[in-house]
């Protein structure tokens, strides 16, 4: 479902895109438009991911872990 929505863009922008829309076979200035916005949603998702995975392996590194083998330290295993 698209949403109609006011967006602002630098006038050398859409004169290219007013020019370039028909040559570049887009159906309507619109087309062009929102083909744009989704490849840069698209840069922007794999970047906000890399960065999320980047934080998660940051924590991971600084959590402190649990000794296990501390329950064990005291027992005689020869005994056993």
């Known amino acids: ?3 109609q ?3 602002q863009i630098d006038k050398t922008n859409y004169d290219f895109i007013k ?3 028909k040559k570049l076979n887009y159906r309507s200035l619109s087309e062009y438009v ?3 916005v989704d490849a840069k949603v698209r ?17 991971i590194g600084h959590a ?3 000794n296990l083998f ?8 020869e005994d056993r």
């Not at 840069?43 to 924590?59: G, I, T, V």
């Not at 501390?70 to 295993?77: E, H, K, T």
């Open 1 to 3: 479902m698209l949403i």
């Open 64 to 66: 402190p872990y649990d």
């Open 5 to 7: 929505t006011k967006i």
């Open 43 to 59: 840069e922007d998702r794999r970047k906000y991911r890399e960065l999320k995975r980047e934080a998660a392996m940051d924590m």
């Open 19 to 21: 020019l370039a829309h």
């Open 34 to 36: 929102r083909e744009a």
């Open 70 to 77: 501390d329950s064990i330290g005291g027992d005689d295993f």
